[in-house]
């Protein structure tokens, strides 16, 4: 029966530890198209709503910055990369879609059917 305690206790504090991890996140957009401040206002959007204070943002222009687009190996814009926590994670797009960007970035929140409240 211990044992079995210890086991709980062990999974309670990974779901802790889990739940105060960081987020660093690199947004690279090409300029500020229509698009490219989309996938900004998005992102930030998803990161206040399920990472409030847990995450470190960057946004990073591939025209004004094209050695961090090179170094970063993107080849669309935008793209979102997930530095930390482990592992890296690299998503393409608007980030519209809530419930991928949430999976890319292996948030997952609640069940398996995650509900967007931004979406009602």
Same mark, same amino acid.
């Given at each position: ?34 698009? #490219?401040?989309?996938? =900004?206002?998005? =992102? ?29 190996? +993107? ?5 979102? +990369?997930?530095? &930390?926590?482990?592992? &890296?994670?690299? &998503?393409?797009? #608007? ?26």
């Amino acid at each position: 029966m211990n044992e079995q305690k210890d086991t709980i206790q062990e999974f309670e504090e990974a779901l802790k530890r889990l739940s105060q991890e960081k987020y660093v996140l690199r947004l690279f957009v090409a300029g500020m198209s229509p698009k #490219s401040l989309q996938a =900004i206002e998005n =992102i930030k959007r998803i990161c206040e709503t399920y990472l409030a204070g847990r995450y470190q943002l960057e946004v990073i222009d591939v025209y004004q910055q094209p050695i961090l687009a090179k170094d970063g190996q +993107i080849v669309a814009a935008p793209t979102l +990369i997930k530095e &930390l926590p482990l592992p &890296l994670r690299k &998503l393409i797009g #608007s980030m519209s879609d809530t419930r991928r960007v949430l999976v890319g970035m292996d948030l997952h929140i609640g069940t398996t059917e995650t509900v967007d409240p931004l979406k009602r």
